[in-house]
């Protein structure tokens, strides 16, 4: 996720500077942030991240008002706290503060939403604002904010959208960037969301034709270990005790019932760190285009 980052630093004159910058990690914020000072000539002295913080307030009547808010540093909590006229209170930064990315579902929800609202002709700034307040996804919620903030201040749509790729997608963010510098927003975001509605519809598609096969040999599989591993031998071991000689074809797989029995954690193992594997190169964009032309390519 987009994370962001305020520097602080010296210019030649003395005078103090700072500014922020977005960026996945603090490693990317500080390339960011050296290309700026090469450019400004600036020393740069300090790097915050925006962190989540928790609050406790105490009132008079002892009861206890809980929340949480994004700031760079403690102190500028507490600064926030007291301005409101808040003396008595605890802050702690969020040791998990994990974010969860909007679905598919949410981004098509507000895609198709902007798409009503900018047909009854509302202003793209109210139609950010309104949504951001009916979402239920943090993320989301807090990106249309920045989203409606950048482009108050003039930032250009195409670039603020595309910092947010990783929340909406290449596609649609590359679609809303440029219907904020087209003639006809509501039509660009309605030719987005019918695409989306269409590649969600394949999609769906393709996994039902995929599962069902798929399914039948874990199945089958599933049968086959089950017999090897619990039935024969169980058969087999009568015969034993009778002192019946069992043909070489039933010892030899009495004695893979028992190899299966000792590995097979090692077994599992083996099938699936390569099918994790698989599944993590999908979610880079080198595999998803190689998913992509292999899907296309099946019957």
Do not use: H
């Not at 520097?7 to 500014?19: E, K, L, M, Y």
């Not at 904020?180 to 989306?196: D, L, P, R, V, Y």
């Not at 599933?222 to 071991?237: D, N």
């Not at 097979?264 to 998913?291: C, D, E, H, M, N």
């Amino acid at each position: 996720m987009i994370k962001e980052f305020r520097f602080r630093g010296i210019s030649p004159q003395g005078r103090s500077a700072q500014g922020t910058v977005n960026a996945r990690n603090l490693k990317n914020a500080k390339e960011k942030i050296d290309k700026l000072a090469q450019k400004y000539n600036l020393n740069i002295t300090d790097i915050e991240q925006k962190r989540t913080f928790l609050y406790t307030i105490k009132l008079p009547n002892k009861k206890k008002i809980k929340g949480k808010q994004k700031a760079y540093s403690k102190e500028e909590v507490a600064r926030g706290l007291k301005n409101m006229g808040y003396d008595d209170f605890t802050i702690s930064p969020m040791l998990f503060d994990i974010q969860m990315k909007p679905s598919k579902s949410d981004i098509q929800m507000f895609i198709k939403l902007s798409t009503n609202m900018l047909n009854d002709k509302m202003n793209f700034g109210q139609v950010l604002s309104l949504l951001a307040e009916e979402q239920n996804n943090s993320v989301l919620k807090e990106t249309l904010y920045q989203i409606e903030k950048e482009l108050k201040q003039g930032a250009e749509g195409q670039e603020v959208f595309k910092k947010y790729t990783d929340v909406f997608g290449k596609f649609p963010a590359f679609m809303m960037g440029l219907a904020t510098q087209s003639g006809n927003m509501a039509k660009i975001f309605e030719a987005t969301n019918t695409f989306i509605e269409r590649d969600s519809e394949i999609r769906k598609n393709i996994k039902k034709a995929l599962v069902s096969p798929m399914f039948a040999v874990l199945a089958t599989i599933g049968a086959v270990m089950y017999y090897v591993m619990e039935i024969f031998p169980a058969t087999t071991e009568l015969f034993v005790k009778l002192g019946i000689d069992l043909p070489p074809m039933t010892q030899k797989t009495l004695e893979l019932s028992d190899w299966l029995g000792n590995n097979y954690l090692y077994i599992l193992g083996a099938f699936f760190i390569p099918v994790l594997i698989i599944w993590r190169w999908w979610s880079t964009p080198s595999g998803q285009v190689w998913r992509d032309r292999f899907i296309i390519k099946l019957p």
